[in-house]
């Protein structure tokens, strides 16, 4: 198992941007997926972003594709989600997991306790 915990969140106006970072513990972080989800309030929690254990490979729900971008330090292990031009829609608790499987679906082994981001109009 890994253990993950997410930072970076917080308060921006629209239009301005944020990276989150999910930092994992354990010695086999580089043999992860790590995916970002996010729940807004009320609605159900939604895939955002996905990358490959070696970071070769990356995916992204079409609502954030050209604003935002997941990348992956195994040295440090690390994976970030540079987020950018950011919309009032963006709002939403954003979570970080792990799985040894490639995933575009909610179904990871491992969940991060969330960090909120806020965009303001």
């Known amino acids: 198992q890994v253990q993950l915990v997410e930072s970076g969140g917080g308060l921006v106006q629209a239009g301005g941007s944020l990276r989150l970072s999910c930092a994992a513990s354990?010695?086999?972080?580089?043999?992860?997926?790590i995916g970002w989800f996010r729940q807004a309030p009320g609605k159900e929690r939604d895939f955002v972003a996905v990358?490959?254990?070696?970071?070769?490979?990356?995916s992204y729900t079409e609502a954030v594709k050209g604003r935002f971008t997941i990348s992956r330090d195994n040295a440090k292990n690390t994976v970030y989600l540079q987020m950018n031009n950011l919309k009032p829609e963006d709002t939403a608790v954003y979570y970080c997991?792990?799985?040894?499987?490639?995933?575009?679906?909610?179904?990871?082994?491992?969940w991060g306790q969330g960090t909120q981001v806020t965009v303001s109009s």
């Open positions: 997991a792990a799985d040894l499987y490639y995933r575009v679906t909610g179904a990871y082994e491992n």
């Open positions: 354990g010695r086999t972080f580089s043999r992860y997926a």
């Open positions: 990358i490959s254990s070696s970071g070769g490979r990356t």
